[in-house]
T-cell receptor
């Protein structure tokens, strides 16, 4: 099966601009997670979708971040307006319902640089 | 609150050496899961192992082995006879169960250990 796909793989934008990251989970995976790693720090949880519903968005840093998963398939994460501290690698992961504790499948990440 | 500490930021070894990556965790939960992920230069996070808190048996998979000790809250990872292809960042992670039915296994990661295996 195809893995979790994220694009773009890299994005460089100026402070104040808008960027949209996309994640295509593995087909049939209802759980979808977003994580972020800021340079030199831990990978941190952002939010969790079950199908199209937000199950837990406690990790979203502020209201400049908006995640959507219309139709329960792919997900987008929009940052508007981007700030310098938003730079980092954004990971998406997916799993089947009831199987997330087995270790979900991560994508390769989107490296976002805000200049 | 949960916390994972990987005290080794970087490790450099010569091929065929054994290397152990340390992981110490903190949690108040009695039921939890521990994970190791590998991040090769290509960037994706590759799942290596999951261990639940009730299973303290050590595990061996080829050249990889894991030592889980609840008494010291550690879950260390050893690579035997390291190879250049083992060069990567390795992350230890801890999960909490949250929400109805415990379906949200949110991961808490350590900062990762960069392992470089030189030929």
């Amino acid at each position: 099966e195809a893995g979790v796909t994220q694009f773009p793989s890299h994005s460089v934008i100026e402070k104040g601009q808008t960027v949209t990251l996309r994640c295509d989970p593995i087909s049939g995976h209802d759980n979808l997670y977003w994580y972020r790693r800021v340079m030199g720090k831990e990978i941190k949880f952002l939010l969790h979708f079950v199908k199209e519903s937000k199950q837990d968005e406690s990790g979203m840093p502020n209201n400049r971040f908006l995640a959507e998963r219309t139709g329960g398939t792919y997900s987008t994460l929009k940052v508007q307006p981007a700030e310098l501290e938003d730079s980092g690698v954004y990971f998406c992961a997916s799993s089947r319902l009831g199987q997330d504790n087995y270790g979900y499948t991560f994508g390769s990440g989107t490296r976002l640089t805000v200049v | 609150a949960q916390k994972v500490t990987q005290a080794q930021t970087e490790i450099s070894v010569v091929e065929k050496e054994d290397v152990t990556l340390d992981c110490v965790y903190e949690t108040r939960d009695t039921t939890y899961y521990l994970f190791w992920y590998k991040q090769p230069p290509s960037g994706e996070l590759v799942f290596l192992i999951r261990r639940n808190s009730f299973d303290e048996q050590n595990e061996i998979s080829g050249r990889y082995s894991w030592n889980f000790q609840k008494s010291t809250s550690s879950f260390n990872f050893t690579i035997t006879a390291s190879q250049v292809v083992d060069s990567a960042v390795y992350f230890c992670a801890l999960s909490e169960a949250k929400g109805s039915g415990g379906s949200n296994y949110k991961l808490t990661f350590g900062k990762g250990t960069l392992l470089t295996v030189n030929p």
